[in-house]
């Protein structure tokens, strides 16, 4: 039994948010769980699938957010409850769904949607702030300020869910789902394992306007309970001449400021954990007495818009209160919040400064750092077929010489973008986007567009969201060649399995689908070619580009390093033989680590010449067809 | 302009510029250069100060004079047809396919069977695509035999020899290629210098080249690839590019074609290959022999012994029969000092450095 499924009210454990939310809705029955993968929420799925046997439940890695979301109610509909996981940008792609959903209502089964948002883009090409969808989509928000209410959130909101008929999101950030913290378990809940869909309802959104007007009801029930909630609360004394209005990770950082300061007993905050609709006599009444409130939350300034307005509503009993937060200037509108800054601000607003480091101290520290640190790129791991893939285009595209480019997506091979891709990668925006650009691109010849345009996408994103893009330049015969990059597995979120694996979340067998038999059925030439093989593969993709009829597909197909190293071997040991490797005095200008720039090559500095770090390469075997003097060697140490 | 002599200036005064020849020195060097489809393409950047890339580039800092004396033994000329010992009409001994008279194949062959010369640097075509052919026997030297139209690496082949450890290697190029060769032969101080290992150089005469993908690109649309074996330009007044193909000759006018000259070609001084050994071209109401130019005491020795072993007839040849020769070559100079000087008023003759009176003599 894992310690996320002991039945043990009262135990604290030490989880990781994403663990907590997992514990949550554990702890609240769930019996359906569907999630695309996507930095910070993947964990959550990947616990539940691992305990999907045991616990008898359903797990599974859906093709993209909106079938996530979409299966998920089709369990609620059925009376399971079922919690749906997404990052902030898979937020876009489910939200045609919830429109609807908000008034067509959820099944009787709760239903939650738990999205891990990613401030200052840590993992994302986004800091997108999805609260905002709480309010545009008429959805309840609830924000975990720490790993105990991640926990008791989640199984809340199940409740909540069923007693609506709403699905009720819950909004983490990095810092919640992949901290870790305490958290007191409370009992397992049985929940129904039954479906059955009851064929008396109809699940419809007509007419509209009486939907909305139900929407609405609901929404002023739920505002009336959150008046009462314990997620919410006041700490500090009454009437304090500054209150802090916070909520999620915010309230972290300005209890730790306040501690710095030495001004816990001074000043109050007011930690909102319902966040719409928000609880606004609650508010008022808190900040009675106050003369200055100042508003901490990261991003964009949510809950600050929401507590002027809250405040506009209650002006005359409240009187003049000034307000302080992003608008004021006194936080930042971009990146994650700190213990410092907020320190800083609240420091301004009292009167005093704050001074984070000593700043001779700052000037020596970095003076030592920075030139002692070792240069460390955003780079392919050692060993990665997507550095393989950019080589061999690239030189494609020099032969070509028509000044080729490619536009792309997210995924790990939007490395391509910097050098350690060799800058080959134009553009990059959401999952598909580059296939979706290219069909536009491949329509330009008439307008003179004359460069070969090609769109890569990851083998995951390929199901996610480049079929309709390939569809539709099948049907428009737009001509530029989609190249996918089939390394077998999700790699960038944590090798999660997708539509073409043999196993899905639950570890059991799955149908896979074939990427060349889904492009072949669209009229596409289909190739499958091995970056590794740089010569032979560099021929086919300029073969390829001098074809300027139709949608072309080249499957790039060569497994994940990291992924192949969890079940195999090495595939060669690689050496440089050093009396060979002509160092400074080859014509080459170490092109090996210069311009290959494989973190597995490294420069000898004694000797003045390359050398394998064995510790980091992996061993594709790619650099010894790229040294001219072939001075690196590889030997087989297994049959692949 | 920098100081520096290395790829990036390369890339910015002869590639961006197109004028670039495609002759291949710089190709096989090192792994950022290749020649593609008649194109010298850089696959990576390069951030080298010095680079033999850029020190035997026929289109980078030509110092006329100081290649002259170091090759000739003289200052620059005002011959049109470069320095020379003498000219005579050549023609092979024996019969063969040769364009012309068969001369440049009768010498390979001749270096060859004396032991003179252990590889050549040769082109041979493939199917239209004229390639560089590190040639190692007298049985290489019969494929790489007849006039080629468009430019070809040539040059990558005797970095090839040289890499490979040939220590006598002949050269047979047009007057770019013999440009470059004779700057390998005569740089100082340059570590792993491919001219160290160059024996003979053997010119050609050109005109013009024609740019290989231009000229694939005009022959698509008009006859199937598959099908040629090779050109023809009929000496004046036909006007003509004849494209023979499996099933006959196609002619097209000359006045379409002339427009897929390589830029290069057009600030070209040089018609006669002027740093060579000796020269060879095609004698115009001889379409039977060769035009051969001795040029060093090299060349002089190699055309002795080649005639002394009958490998070659000579004839010599009165210089008042070399006018027409001589006109044609000042007019190539003249078009492309004018060319050059149109380009970029600033640098004067581009890449030509001096001498200023000779030139300035030439232009008129």
Redesign the interface.
Known sequence: MSYLSKDSPGEPNLLMGNEAIARGAIEAGVAFASAYPGNPSSEIITVLGSLAKELGIYVEWSTNEKVAIEAAAGASYAGLRSICAMKQNGLNVASDFISNAVLTGVGPGGMVLIVADDPGGISSSNEEDTRYFSRLMEIPLLEPAGFQEAKDMTKFAFKLSEETGLIVMIRSVTRISHGRGNVVYSEIEKGNKKAHFDTNRTVLAFPVPWTHKILHEKMAAIKDKFEESDFNRYEGPKGAELIVVTSGAAYLYTKEALNLLGLSDNIGVLKLGTTFPLPEDFIARNLKGTKKVLVAEEVIPFLESSVKEAYANHVKDLGIIEFFGKTSGHLPKENELTPDIMAQAIAGLMGTTYVPVDPEYQAKIMGLALPNSPYRALTFCAGCPHRATYWDI??AL??D?RDGFIVGDIGCYTIGLGPQG?SMLRTTHAMGSGSGLATGLGQLKPFGLDQPVLAVSGDSTFYHSVIPALINAAHQEADFTMVILDNSTTAMTGAQPHSGSDTGAMGVPAHALSIEKICESLGAKVKILDPFNVEETVQSVYDTIQDEKGIKVIVMRQECCLYRLKKDDKRYDVRVDQTRCLGD?????R?CTR?FKCPGIIWDRVNKVARIDEVICNGCGVCAD?C?EGAITREVTHEA | MSNAQGPQRLLAEVLATDLCSGCGACVGLCPYFESFLGRTVNLDPCDKEQGRCFLFCPRTELDLDGLSQKILGVPYGADAIGTHRGVYSSRAAHTGKYQAGGTVTSLLEFLFDEQMIDAAALTTTDRVLPVADLVTDRAGVKRASGSKYSAAPTLSALNRAAKEGYQRVAVVGTPCQVTATAKMVTADGVERNPGAAVAYIVGLFCTWALDYRKLFEYLSTRVDIADITGFDIPPPPAEQFVVETKKGKLTFPLSEIRPLVRESCKNCIDMTSEFADVSVGVLEDDPTANLLIVRTARGEDLVKKAADKGAIKLEKMPEEKLAHLKESALNKKKRALKNLSEKDPEAKWGYIVGPGDQLKKIMG
């Open positions: 690239k030189k020099k032969l010489g060799y005095n080859c014509g080459c200008n092109l311009v790229i001219p």
